[in-house]
């Protein structure tokens, strides 16, 4: 059994541009990723193939059951009922390793929504469906979940499309990753770390080639245009005019010239090497590179002349009714890069709003929340708005190399949560902050904007907290842990 899509195109009713453009890909058993920035046609591809959106032109393979499930979790499955009233093998066991409690299925709307996400993909994987696409299944949820969810679909035997921006997860399960860009899809082997390396060994094949063919290019442009002068030249010379009307002997050899072909060999050779260049210039077109930043945006950032920055006795935050966090004492220096990590509810973002309090006064600290709200974005529209043109331009730059466009960030009426992030961050730049304190950065990211994320926070010099439940970007990007673990009322952070 396999998915087959051939030539697929699709264009959005009243877009001008199609969202997918001549996609030819064959999904096998087992799971495939689909990654690439958001807005590229990866959630297009996945509808098309689910039969949910019908194509423009192409076909998709006929006569099988697909299934879609989507990355909200808020909508009850439609077979939530049947599923809570299944007892047979199946259904027992993905209740068992998703451990979902009974009642779950009758208070649907109550639940976390990590919650919700495991009973979604409970419902998902017992209709076992021919093709299964999961669409950011581990978006917001915490490590427990995650896990719990990785080994559902671990277990699934039919063809699965797995949209998603965990790293971990797509090595994990794939095989294979599609790559799709500006509507167009490029499929390679392996999971996304294998897969992403021959994505950028044939970029840098790609920028090698493309560099060698604009110096071909412009070799052959300017032997053109010296054979055209030397056309130009023979043609002048073909002229009678200068010469003496009872020369003959002179306008012989002149009309023997033409006639024999010999005077015209510069032009036939200046149209063959203008032929040349313009082959030369159309081969230089198809050698497409994808942008990427590579600039350092930390060129002003310095660490702070204060070697430790906070210092929190031992103590227990009550996060509510008999629930505390118990913290030993810690200590945060000047370039020290600690991920916070712990499963959700465990106290994460109480511990950072307490270290933002407690902070000595006249450190420069940037705090980043999980979810901006609607008076933090009005506040940095506002501000960007205010900024001169060299500030402005500065942080549309960053925003650039933290894989957004500037332009849609500029207009702000339909900034994304992601987007509203990479924003405060980039404005933030401009203090110099000695303190960075993000909380999960990642959510709603794609991939591409991940990795550039990655790459800025790893470069950061000064401090950084990161709470995050991205082990990749956590590992890339800090040296130091604090684990939050426990269940029921109590929880410990520990330092890893």
């Not at 999960?440 to 591409?448: F, K, R, V, W």
Request: glycine share 8%; charged share 25%.
């Amino acid at each position: 059994m396999q998915l087959n899509l051939s030539n697929i195109s699709y264009t959005y009713p009243g877009a001008v541009e199609p969202a997918l453009k001549d996609v030819t890909a064959t999904f096998p058993q087992g799971w495939t990723g689909i990654v690439g920035d958001n807005g590229g046609g990866k959630t297009t591809l996945a509808l098309v193939a689910c039969g949910l959106v019908r194509p423009s032109s192409g076909s998709v393979s006929a006569g099988l059951v697909s299934r879609y499930c989507a990355q909200d979790a808020t909508t009850a499955p439609e077979n939530l009922e049947e599923f809570a009233q299944a007892y047979d093998s199946l259904a027992l066991r993905l209740a068992r390793d998703l451990q979902i409690i009974d009642d779950w299925y009758w208070r649907y709307d109550t639940l976390s929504g990590g919650q919700q996400k495991r009973v979604q993909v409970a419902c998902a994987l017992w209709s076992e469906p021919d093709v299964l696409v999961m669409d950011e299944p581990t978006n917001h949820v915490d490590a427990t979940t995650r896990e719990a969810i990785a080994a559902a679909l671990r277990s699934f035997r039919g063809v699965g499309l797995l949209i998603s921006h965990d790293r971990a997860l797509l090595d994990e399960l794939c095989t294979q990753c599609l790559f799709v860009t500006n509507g167009r899809a490029v499929m390679r082997p392996g999971g996304y770390t294998q897969a992403s390396g021959q994505a950028s060994l044939e970029r840098a094949t790609t920028v090698t080639a493309r560099e060698k063919a604009k110096r071909e290019k412009a070799r052959l442009e300017r032997e053109a245009e010296r054979r055209r002068e030397v056309a130009a030249r023979k043609e002048s010379k073909r002229s009678l005019q200068g010469i003496a009307k009872h020369d003959s002997d002179a306008r012989y050899r002149k009309r023997a010239a033409v006639v024999s072909g010999t005077d015209g060999i510069a032009a036939r050779e200046s149209s063959r090497m203008n032929d040349r260049a313009a082959r030369a210039a159309e081969t230089l077109n198809t050698l497409r590179v994808e942008r990427r930043y590579d600039a350092d945006i930390w060129l002003e950032a310095r660490p702070s002349r204060r070697k430790v920055l906070l210092r929190m006795e031992e103590t227990a935050i009550a996060m509510g009714e008999d629930v505390t966090l118990q913290v030993p004492a810690l200590y945060l220096g000047n370039t020290d890069h600690v991920g916070l990590t712990g499963d959700n509810g465990s106290g994460k973002t109480t511990l950072v709003k307490r270290m933002m309090a407690e902070l000595p006064d006249g450190i420069r600290a940037l705090y980043i929340p999980q979810e901006p709200t609607e008076a933090q974005r009005l506040t940095a529209m506002n501000t960007l708005r205010e900024l001169g043109s060299f500030d402005r331009g500065r942080v549309l730059s960053i925003v650039a190399q933290l894989n957004s466009d500037p332009d849609r960030v500029l207009e702000g009426d339909t900034i994304s949560p992601g987007e509203m992030r990479k924003l405060m961050l980039a404005l933030g730049m401009l203090n110099s902050p000695e303190l960075i304190v993000m909380d999960e950065p990642t959510n709603h990211l794609d991939l591409g904007s991940t990795l550039a994320l990655e790459r800025v926070l790893r470069a950061y010099p000064g401090a950084l907290v990161l709470v995050s439940h991205d082990a990749a970007l956590v590992a890339a990007t800090t040296d130091i842990t604090w684990r939050i673990a426990g269940a029921g009322g109590s929880y410990q952070l520990t330092v890893v």
